[in-house]
């Protein structure tokens, strides 16, 4: 069984500061997801990486795919209130369904 | 397009009772997965529809749940009898086709087993 840790469990911040995340295995990944989950929604994929060493930016946020494929990062520049909410990484291995870590749960002050 | 639906959003048991929970996926997705998330920790498979047949339901603690997909498209997971441990909030997800593919999930419902 695949399992993930992500780091921090919580985190609060001012706007406009920056983060990063973490989401760390011992297994190796065909592919990793970055999911941003609302209180009261269900998960909203933001991210699929798939090559070792590969970094995706999606407007302020940049995430990054370990050369081993087991590990990932996720940084947010100049963090707003609307980016509040449980962040959650998945890897899935080759043929597998994804596999859930427990979340970074993050909060924005204005 | 209309995302994935679930209900009822919110459920008050008691322990021993049953509860039965209902997602309707995206139109056209043949993939459908039901996912258990207590808090604080992140969504646990419990099981997958290629249609309306079982790919993986390894996780799903089957003395006391089931689920079914009977026509291909919505699904229903039933819990009988529900214990305490089982206060979670049940996602259902749906996919194009097979795993791997971006799921898109519904809202989920909130169980609360008193």
């Known amino acids: 069984t695949q399992l993930l840790e992500q780091s921090p469990q919580f985190l609060s911040i001012q706007e406009g500061e920056n983060l990063t995340v973490y989401c760390n295995s011992s297994?190796?990944?065909?592919?990793l997801q970055w999911y941003r989950q609302e209180p009261g929604e269900g998960p909203v994929l933001l991210v699929t990486?798939?090559?070792?060493?590969e970094v995706k930016k999606l407007k302020r946020l940049t995430f990054q795919f370990g050369d081993a494929r087991k590990d990932s990062s996720l940084h947010i520049t100049a963090a707003q209130p609307g980016d509040t909410g449980l962040y959650l990484c998945?890897?899935?291995?080759?043929?597998?369904?994804?596999?859930f870590g427990p979340g970074t749960r993050l909060s924005v002050l204005p | 397009e209309a995302g994935v639906a679930q209900s009822p959003r919110y459920k008050i048991i008691e322990k021993r009772q049953s509860v039965a929970f209902w997602c309707n996926p995206i139109?056209?997705?043949?993939?459908l997965y039901w996912y258990q998330q207590i808090l604080g920790q992140g969504p646990k498979l419990l099981i997958q529809?290629?249609?309306?047949?079982?790919?993986?339901d390894s996780q799903l603690p089957k003395d006391r749940f089931s689920a079914e997909r009977l026509k291909g498209v919505d699904s229903t997971l039933k819990i009988q009898p529900a214990k305490l441990e089982d206060s979670a909030v049940y996602l259902c997800?749906?996919?194009?086709?097979?795993?791997?593919?971006?799921?898109?999930f519904g809202p989920g419902t909130r169980l609360l087993v008193l």
């Open positions: 997800a749906s996919s194009l086709y097979r795993e791997q593919e971006t799921q898109y």
């Open positions: 297994s190796v990944f065909s592919s």
């Open positions: 990486v798939v090559t070792g060493g």
């Open positions: 998945a890897g899935a291995g080759y043929g597998q369904n994804f596999v």
């Open positions: 139109s056209g997705h043949a993939t």
């Open positions: 529809f290629q249609n309306n047949g079982v790919v993986d």
